[in-house]
Nanobody
Framework: VQLQASGGGLVQAGGSLRLSCAAS????????TAWFRQAPGKERQFVAA????????YYADSVKGRFTLSRDNAKKMSYLQLNSLKPGDTAVYYC???????????????????WGQGTLVTVSS
């Protein structure tokens, strides 16, 4: 299984970016996918997840209403639309996948067996 994240870059506060995660080596529709981020000097934190069952999405409170997670099972792609970006959103963003589908553990880093390499998002003030 491989996950390849892309789409990061430098953007001004208030701007937008679209992150993509290309998956291979798995039946994508049967995997729950998620995005996490890690800011400099901080622990990796949950951003959003899309359940394999029905595709319901869940967001961290800090990004709710600004970020939108979607998936295209046919293309084996996960997309994270980042709008109204703030300097506090600056981080390396990682996509992740798991064959598990337990609601209570969606936000836990340890739930995810597969990780992409990360893409850097820098938001300037």
């Amino acid at each position: 299984v491989q996950l390849q994240a892309s789409g990061g870059g430098l953007v001004q506060a208030g701007g937008s970016l679209r992150l993509s995660c290309a998956a291979s080596g798995l039946t994508f529709s049967t995997y729950t996918t998620a995005w996490f981020r890690q800011a400099p000097g901080k622990e990796r934190q949950f951003v959003a997840a899309s359940r394999r069952s029905g595709g319901s999405t869940y967001y961290a409170d800090s990004v709710k209403g600004r970020f939108t997670l979607s998936r295209d099972n046919a293309k084996k792609m996960s997309y994270l639309q980042l709008n109204s970006l703030k300097p506090g959103d600056t981080a390396v963003y990682y996509c992740a996948a798991t064959s598990r589908d337990i609601l209570s553990s969606l936000r836990m880093e340890g739930t995810y067996a597969y990780w992409g390499q990360g893409t850097l998002v820098t938001v300037s003030s």
